[in-house]
């Protein structure tokens, strides 16, 4: 990945100054490169999976953020912006590699990101897939599946949680329930925390990975992040409050450390659907809504 980011930088289509603040290379591009780039991938060769390889390298070294995006300036509550390429956060993150990487132009991505971020592309709070596993999956399912158990085999299980919008909404301060979805009971599989080395030549690059919650009732996901294969090895590569950063770890680092952790359960597993993952595959906004039927 290395030799293709020189290749890149060659071209002019990346320009990383020295001593500038922040890192990432996406940070320091502009609109019109970054638009190019998008072009170039929408013809390379490359799948799906592929391209988010090389977006998420691009991320790396941006910023953390609680408050990296929200629904824009003109929201009622949550007025940061729609998208955002000076920081990050691990479901940002995760939105942006993924709307990059099925897209061919800035105003596709741009789109798309919506698409991926809100309920049927509608701006706003109550429109928002805020739970990853409750909302953001089903929501994205015309794009990624829920693939734990496969991956899991053997040593999957199930886990039960009761989630609550309006105790969710409540919490922010918001009085209006209208158009609120309700509550929901829902079962998934997982993959316990002691088996991640067991499964890991299961994974693979381009997995979108849910770290849950052991000892909560009211919500799965804690944290979101990406699986990278890299010549033969594997990474994980996440944006997050533990270092305040975007960046990446080898797989075996990375799953010993959760391990460890007595607040996680384990992993669930999100996979780009296998007939989309094929070379120059690009998914325009407006097709969106077909394929969700």
Not at 127 to 149: G, I
Request: charged content about 25%; aromatic content about 10%.
């Amino acid at each position: 990945m290395l030799t293709r980011l020189l290749i890149l930088l060659a071209a002019g289509l990346i320009t990383v100054m020295a001593g500038e603040p922040n890192g990432a290379p996406i940070s320091n591009m502009t609109k019109g490169q970054i638009d190019a780039l998008l072009q170039e991938n929408g013809r390379s060769g490359l799948s799906i999976d592929g391209r988010i390889a090389l977006w998420s390298e691009l991320f790396l070294g941006m910023p953390y953020s609680w408050t990296a995006t929200g629904d824009g300036p003109d929201a009622m509550y949550e007025t940061w912006p729609l998208m955002s390429l000076d920081s990050s956060n691990c479901m940002v993150y995760c939105e942006h590699v993924l709307a990059l990487s099925i897209s061919d132009s800035w105003d596709n991505f741009y789109n798309n990101l919506q698409q991926i971020r809100y309920r049927d592309g509608i701006i706003g709070m109550r429109s928002r897939n805020h739970y990853t596993m409750a909302d953001w999956l089903p929501q994205n399912a015309w794009l990624l599946e829920d693939v734990s158990a496969r991956v899991g085999g053997e040593f999957s299980r199930t886990m039960t949680r009761t989630i609550s919008h309006e105790a969710f909404f409540k919490g922010k301060g918001i009085e209006d329930m209208r158009y609120v979805e309700k509550d929901r009971t829902i079962t998934l599989d997982y993959i316990p925390k002691n088996r991640l080395k067991d499964i890991q030549k299961k994974l693979r690059n381009g997995d979108i990975l849910a770290l849950l919650f052991a000892n909560r009732d009211d919500i799965f996901s804690a944290h979101m992040m990406m699986v990278i294969v890299r010549d033969g090895d594997m990474f994980i590569r996440e944006s997050s409050n533990s270092r305040w950063s975007t960046f990446e770890s080898s797989y075996g680092d990375w799953s010993s450390g959760k391990g460890n952790w007595d607040r996680y359960a384990g992993i669930a597993v999100m996979r780009v659907r296998e007939d989309l993952n094929t070379e120059n595959r690009i998914i325009l906004p407006w097709e969106i809504g077909g394929m969700k039927k």
